[in-house]
Structures are given as structure tokens and as C-alpha cells.
Nanobody
Framework: QVQLVESGGGLVQPGGSLRLSCVWS????????MGWYRQAPGKQREFIAG?????AMKARFIMSSDNAKNTLYLQMNNLNLDDTAVYYCAAEALLYREGSPVRYWGQGTQVTVSS
């Protein structure tokens, strides 16, 4: 199993920046990839950062990691009202060498952009 715990959400003014963190832990063979998603009220969950992220997203949402700290980060810049959402980190992992990939989700952290 993989446990993911996000933090760093909060209230930010339009044009501001925020950095989210996601700490991973658990017992698994390997993590194949990680990414960030968000879900705004009444909308579907949206992929925003990770492998194959769009250029538009990469311009404002920068993903990085510190493997020594088992932490994934999402630096969010120039935030606007439409960025208000619950932000989730996700990991795709192999629990065993011969196993199939399994996706895990964190509990989410709320980001609210408001003046």
C-alpha cells in the first residue's frame, strides 16, 4: 500500500502563489510515476502536473520532488479564481515486482483563490 498526505492548501489572492506538498510512504516495490490533479465543485477531476502535462499547465504549475524526504511538490503561480479546487496527488505503484500497477490518491487539500 502507498499512503499519500497532501498539505499546503489555503486561501490565496488572485495573482498569488502557493506550494503544495505530498508525502508518500508505505510498503511497495516501486513507484512508477506521480502527479497532481484537481477537482473544482461540479467538475470532473483534472490532471494538471506530471508526465505529459500540457504546456499551459506547465507554465503555471511546476512539479518537483525531493526523494530524500519522500515528498512531491506543486508550485502554483499566478493563481486565478478558476484555480479554486481540491488538489490531489496521485501515485501509480507496483506493490510487487510481478504485480500490476495500482493508483493511489491522497485525501486532497483545498485551495481557494479569492480577493
Amino acid at each position: 500500500q502507498v499512503q499519500l498526505v497532501e498539505s499546503g492548501g489555503g486561501l490565496v489572492q488572485p495573482g498569488g502563489s502557493l506550494r503544495l506538498s505530498c508525502v508518500w510512504s508505505g510498503s511497495f516495490f516501486s513507484i512508477l510515476g506521480m502527479g497532481w490533479y484537481r477537482q473544482a465543485p461540479g467538475k470532473q477531476r483534472e490532471f494538471i502536473a506530471g508526465a505529459d502535462a500540457s504546456s499551459a499547465m506547465k507554465a503555471r504549475f511546476i512539479m518537483s520532488s525531493d526523494n530524500a524526504k519522500n515528498t512531491l511538490y506543486l508550485q502554483m503561480n499566478n493563481l486565478n479564481l478558476d484555480d479554486t479546487a481540491v488538489y490531489y496527488c496521485a501515485a501509480e505503484a507496483l506493490l510487487y515486482r510481478e504485480g500490476s500497477p495500482v493508483r493511489y490518491w491522497g485525501q486532497g487539500t483545498q485551495v481557494t483563490v479569492s480577493s
